[in-house]
Structures are given as structure tokens and as C-alpha cells.
């Protein structure tokens, strides 16, 4: 499987730092890294990971200005595309296919060649310009994941919190992972 990993300037790098790491232990699994200007920016500020760190993860990585690239083109066999974080701004050049940089071309192609595109939406509040792009990728096939938190599996650490919403995203793919903690209905104390 290929997937490619594409980090923007939202909020909440580490959701596409940790998707990188679990995607690292499957071996069965390739990954393509496309890090924005302001993804690079972020990623730094908020976490102790470098950008080297980060791009280590991945089998491959990208420049977001080369449109050049295998990813680029949907002759190029990958098998879904995550955004995490994505960024209202690279939501809005997605659903309107401006393709004018790499994560945003390479999401255009995904969609074209019908395959998984996967968004980890931040911002928040939403205003109806948000809702509405993400209703119109819906529509199209995307899967709207937006980090949001679960409780009913009593997370002890932001960590905790980051895992669940990671391994939830894999589980998107098709990859069951040991990990996830799933619903399992309500029990009593």
C-alpha cells in the first residue's frame, strides 16, 4: 500500500507526525511526505521533533512547489492521501482544484483517479465557507476526520488523546491496528 502524508500549517501537527510513525511499523506500507512552508513552521513550534525527524519517517518526501513529481500524476499508483492537519486553506484549493502546489495537486489527482482522500480538518469555529467545502469534498468521496477527542476510552495523556485519533485515521485505510480502543458499548461501573 502507498499512501501519501501531507502536513499544513494547521494546528495539531502531531496527528500527522504520529499517523507517520504508526504507518512506519507496517511494513507493508509506503509513505510519500509532503510538508508545507508553514507545516514545517508549525511542526517546530509545536513539537520537539525537527523537520529532518519528521522526514525521516517517510519513504519519500517532497517539496510542496515541485509539481513535478511521481505524486503528482495519476499514472503514479498510491492508494489513499491524508492531510494532517489540513488547513482551511488547503480545504478551500481542494474542493475549488487549484492545484497550485503539491499537497493540493496531489489531493486533486486522488480525487480525480477515485481514490482515498482523507482530511483531518482544523479550525474552529467553522464558519458556513468551511462547512460548505467540506460538504462539497464529502460529496465527492472524501472522509471529513477532523481530530476531535474521545472520552468513553479514558485518556490519560494528551498522547493518549493524539493515539486514538491517529489509529482512527489508519483504521481509514483498511489497516486494523491492536491499539485502537473501539466502542465496545456501555458497561457498568
Not at 519513504?59 to 488547513?87: H, K, N, W
Not at 482551511?88 to 480525480?112: F, P, Q, W, Y
Request: glycine share 6%; net charge negative; hydrophobic share 45%.
Amino acid at each position: 500500500m502507498k499512501v501519501i502524508v501531507a502536513i499544513t500549517g494547521a494546528t495539531g501537527a502531531i496527528f500527522g507526525i504520529r499517523i507517520l510513525e504508526i504507518l512506519k511499523d507496517i511494513k507493508e506500507v509506503e509513505t510519500h511526505l509532503i510538508l508545507s512552508s508553514w507545516g514545517r513552521k508549525t511542526l517546530e513550534s509545536e513539537t520537539n521533533y525537527t523537520v529532518e525527524e519528521v522526514e525521516a519517517l517517510a519513504d519519500f518526501t517532497y517539496e510542496t512547489i515541485d509539481l513535478g513529481v511521481r505524486i503528482s500524476s495519476g499514472s503514479f499508483q498510491v492508494d489513499a492521501m491524508i492531510i494532517s492537519p489540513c488547513s482551511m486553506k488547503t480545504l478551500a484549493s481542494i474542493r475549488m482544484g487549484l492545484a497550485d502546489n503539491l499537497i493540493s495537486r496531489a489531493a486533486d489527482v486522488i480525487l480525480k483517479e477515485g481514490r482515498k482522500l482523507i482530511l483531518l480538518t482544523r479550525e474552529t469555529p467553522l464558519s458556513s465557507i468551511h462547512l460548505e467545502n467540506m460538504l462539497a469534498l464529502s460529496r465527492m468521496g472524501t472522509v471529513i476526520l477532523p481530530p476531535m477527542p474521545a472520552f468513553y476510552n479514558h485518556p490519560k495523556t494528551i498522547y493518549d488523546i493524539v493515539d486514538h485519533i491517529a489509529y482512527r485515521t489508519v483504521d481509514q485505510l483498511g489497516i486494523i491496528l491492536p491499539n485502537l480502543k473501539r466502542w465496545d458499548g456501555l458497561k457498568e461501573k
